[in-house]
Nanobody, 115 residues
């Protein structure tokens, strides 16, 4: 069974940066469209960044220009570089395939941005 493990979250001041990582138990990222999702307290989970198998990317409007998604197929890992963080970016961040999120969800990594 696929396992997804997210890491790299933490507490950061507004304007700061974090780099999240998501490692899969097998070579699932190379042949799938994958995404970073986030879920803020009391809100629904939403996608924030998508990367296609060919490497093209797409971003939710509110993170464009601040977040960058990338992948390393050899390491079965995707990354999310987050710059210019804002308090509204506070959430638990997850990775999964897109658009259905059909792999078992990992535990996520918590990002807290203080003002």
């Amino acid at each position: 069974q696929v396992q997804l493990v997210e890491s790299g979250g933490g507490l950061v001041q507004a304007g700061g940066s974090l780099r999240l990582s998501c490692t899969a138990s097998g070579s699932i990222f190379s042949n799938n469209i994958v995404a970073w999702y986030r879920q803020a307290p009391g809100k629904q989970r939403e996608w924030v960044a998508v990367i296609m198998s060919g490497g093209s990317t797409n971003y939710r409007e509110i993170v464009k220009g601040r977040f960058t998604i990338s992948r390393d197929n050899a390491k079965n890992t995707i990354y999310l570089q987050m710059n210019g963080l804002k308090p509204e970016d506070t959430a638990d961040y997850y990775c999964n395939n897109f658009p259905y999120g059909s792999f078992p969800w990992g535990h996520g990594t918590q990002v807290t941005v203080s003002s």
